[in-house]
């Protein structure tokens, strides 16, 4: 298991940006595939993002692509997400999630979640 932390959310304007960060504990770090989840208010967690153990793989929920980007720093330990051009949509309470083996998107498959950090967008 990794401990995970999310900082970074906040309130902005409706075509604004933000980064939402995601520190992880533990010395193992890079053998972890790493992902964005978000629950919007009366809606069941959904898909955001996910990056491979390298950094080298991404993968994006259709909603998100090419306005989202999810990186690593394995160095660092940490993972973050560049939301650009935000709608309202996409507010939510995003979460970092981890988990050993191949990319999937299926939060179940995730063992390890941050206590999410929430992001609202005004129109």
């Known amino acids: 298991q990794v401990q995970l932390v999310e900082s970074g959310g906040g309130l902005v304007q409706a075509g604004g940006s933000l980064r939402l960060s995601c520190a992880a504990s533990?010395?193992?770090?890079?053998?972890?595939?790493m992902a964005w989840f978000r629950q919007a208010p009366g809606k069941e967690r959904e898909f955001v993002a996910a990056v491979s153990r390298s950094g080298g793989s991404t993968y994006y929920a259709d909603s998100v692509k090419g306005r989202f980007t999810i990186s690593r720093d394995n160095a660092k330990n940490t993972v973050s997400l560049q939301m650009n051009s935000l709608k309202p949509e996409d507010t939510a309470v995003y979460y970092c999630?981890?988990?050993?083996?191949?990319?999937?998107?299926?939060?179940?498959?995730?063992?390890?979640w941050g206590q999410g950090t929430q992001v609202t967008v005004s129109s």
């Open positions: 999630a981890a988990r050993n083996g191949v990319i999937v998107t299926t939060e179940a498959y995730f063992g390890s």
């Open positions: 533990g010395r193992t770090f890079s053998s972890y595939v």
